[in-house]
């Protein structure tokens, strides 16, 4: 009996297939691991880039539904997204992130540390403190996790975790510890998306939200416009150039000394409701690019000079400023937060028609990732998806921002249908080299929106996480 298994295998993406394995449910309504035969533990030696070339290559699918039944899709099968439970583990940049999630959606747990402080004394994420205040507070977070939810690793089914894009150095600390968790229960481990978890966690937050569908993506580091075809399948409709709109947020409370305690975005929201958004004339980035990628290097650097000619010193907190100052502070924020959601506003329309070309049955836009809890982003955006008929599906601001709960979800998506890795052993050496992935594209670039200035930085990417699902797909059909 062979096994698929998504891995977390060193260097490469690698698919492999372990015999024996099965997934039997459990009195307390959790489901593990079942050993039938001697669970193979080592490092996977089946590369995905070329899976022929192993001669055993041989798939089954594989359903948990308390005895094996691979011929009942898991839609079919009321009982078993309740029975699962997975913990969810995120530290791709600065916070370090757990929660209990259960099939049904339900979140049982969710925790949060936050390195607010290191954000302001460096004014931004440096890796190397980062790093190390992950290390500091995992084993906590991670037990918070398990004791609000009121269970031991022993009730879960799988640990999911963060695997990229991120920063090596912080996504190693969470990727150690799932491993950790995992080889000490015996439990599975799902490698997960973080762009593919921001969008996802929608599905948790909507029901009725089913692929395809589209989504936009605005975090601190990413820009992007997908596709969601199915689970692990995009296409990729537009990616930001330079710098992502989170940044830009983040860049302008900094340089107008905003505090930037909870991150620059809702400093710059609230200060921005205090001022006039039509005072500073800023250029909307990109405007005669008929694609759909942004741009916001361009607007930090009008940002930057309105901040300059008034003169203002981000060395005094807007809350001592005199009240010019701070209505100067007020008008620019206003005015940059209208600008960056005009960008996002226009390259949105112009994807969803793209996307309704490719896919005409879509119903929904998601928005999502940390930038999306802002209101006036998610107010614009409402206008624009319903002028073209679509729902959009927000979800709560809690979990458009980093967290652990879009983690599980997502690796309970993919776990319920045989994506996952099996246990890895109980110790691991200390030199053990991890599957880490921090340049890792979602999707496959649409060719209508392909920029040449993007094309150029594709040093150390990682292949993308739907050519990887696409090559595993077509392997098992051609084995059937
Ligand atoms: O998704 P996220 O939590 O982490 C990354 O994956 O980057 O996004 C963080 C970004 C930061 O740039 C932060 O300033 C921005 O999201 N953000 C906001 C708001 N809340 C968070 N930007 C604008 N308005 C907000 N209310
Ligand atoms: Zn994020």
Redesign the pocket.
Known sequence: MVRLFLTLSPAISRFNLYPGISILARNNNSLRLQKHHKLKTKTPTFSLISPSSSPNFQRTRFYSTGTRISSLPYSENPNFDDNLVVLGIET??D?TAAAVVRGNGEILSQVISSQAELLVQYGGVAPKQAEEAHSRVIDKVVQDALDKANLTEKDLSAVAVTIGPGLSLCLRVGVRKARRVAGNFSLPIVGVH?MEA?ALVARLVEQELSFPFMALLI????NLLVLAHKLGQYTQLGTTVDDAI??A??KTAKWLGLDMHR????A??ELALEGDAKSVKFNVPMKYHKDCNFSYAGLKTQVRLAIEAKEIDAKCPVSSATNEDRRNRADIAASFQRVAVLHLEEKCERAIDWALELEPSIKHMVIS???A??KY?RLRLNNIVENKNLKLVCPPPSL???NGVMVAWTGLEHFRVGRYDPPPPATEPEDYVYDLRPRWPLGEEYAKGRSEARSMRTARIHPSLTSIIRADSLQQQTQT
């Open positions: 791709s940049c916070d973080h921001h975090s601190g580091g990413h989170g940044e947020f983040d991150s620059g975005g809702p710059v929201e990732g940390g930038v809890s802002n982003v458009c921002t980093d």
